[in-house]
Nanobody
Framework: QVQLAESGGGLVQAGGSLRLSCAATGSIFSIDVIGWYRQAPGKQRELVAT???????NYADSVKGRFTISRDNAKNTVYLQMNSLKPEDTAVYYC??????????????WGQGTHVTVSS
């Protein structure tokens, strides 16, 4: 069983920074794509940032220049460095990964979510 565990969320003032972490554990051959999604109150879940095994990064337009996604392959962990936070960034942030559990076999896994609240 593969699991994702997020951490690092909290309450921060506008303009501040937070770093989220997501560690993958279990049967993992490789992590194809791993990234972050968020869901604000009353809104649908949206993509924030992803990073592939090859290091290719993709960001939502709303976070470009402010957020940076990175991964530590040795630790099976992905990070989201969030700078210049805005109240609009307030949401539950979820880690998602497409994991190759065995060569040729993939599964998509979601974490439980971590709350980020940005005050004005």
């Amino acid at each position: 069983q593969v699991q994702l565990a997020e951490s690092g969320g909290g309450l921060v003032q506008a303009g501040g920074s937070l770093r989220l972490s997501c560690a993958a554990t279990g049967s993992i051959f490789s992590i194809d794509v791993i990234g972050w999604y968020r869901q604000a109150p009353g809104k649908q879940r949206e993509l924030v940032a992803t990073i592939t095994s090859g290091g290719n990064r993709n960001y939502a337009d709303s976070v470009k220049g402010r957020f940076t996604i990175s991964r530590d392959n040795a630790k099976n962990t992905v990070y989201l460095q969030m700078n210049s936070l805005k109240p609009e960034d307030t949401a539950v942030y979820y880690c998602n990964a497409r994991i190759q559990i065995v060569r040729g076999t993939f599964t998509s896994v979601w974490g439980q979510g971590t709350h980020v609240t940005v005050s004005s």
